[in-house]
């Protein structure tokens, strides 16, 4: 049985356009995301192919993954990690471990683009994803949970401490 192999190139590249990047989420925009997982068809492990151009960041708020733990490789360009507590920027070269349960957003904070490979597992996990984003009715930024929505093909952003939903975006 061959190997299975994937070349990052041949894979469209997916990602929220700016208008699905909630209000006060701390992303102006977020780069192109290949989603290799499911090319590989792993089983464990998560694995996405970033590209981020300047100003362009991961994914479109601080967040924070319960179980999962999270390897970045910035292959080209640099990026920034920061989170509450830390700000790291990392090189072409260099990878960070992002450890589960901690809030992070990395954003390309250079002039020049930069491409990452990121590697978490387990590759699914039970718990949902935590999102700071600003809620109006609490009228500060507060954890969101990110879900379908009752409206096939919408997804929708919940606060946790009102349950306001504080914004809806369609897939
Ligand atoms: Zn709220």
Same mark, same amino acid.
């Given at each position: ?104 957003? #990395? ?53 946790? #401490?009102? #349950? ?8």
């Amino acid at each position: 049985m061959p190997f299975e192999t994937v070349t990052i190139e041949a894979v469209e590249p997916v990602g929220p356009s700016d208008e699905d990047v909630p209000p006060g989420a701390d992303a102006d925009s977020v780069g192109g995301i290949r989603v290799l997982s499911d090319e590989l068809d792993t089983d464990g492990v998560s694995v996405n192919h970033y590209t981020l151009d300047p100003g362009e960041s991961f994914r479109v708020s601080t967040h924070r993954h319960g179980v999962q733990e999270e390897i970045f490789y910035i292959v080209s360009g640099a990026v920034t990690f920061g989170s509450d507590a830390a700000e790291t920027t990392v090189e072409a070269g260099e990878l960070v471990r992002i450890p589960p349960g901690t809030s992070q957003l #990395g954003t390309n904070d250079g002039d020049t683009p930069a491409t990452g490979l990121a590697i978490g597992a387990p590759r699914e996990y039970e718990e949902e994803t935590e999102w700071l984003v600003e809620c109006p009715d609490c009228d500060e930024r507060t954890v969101h949970t990110f879900g379908e929505a009752a409206t096939e093909g919408e997804y929708r952003y919940e606060c946790t #401490g009102c #349950g306001h939903e504080t914004y809806r975006v369609s897939a």
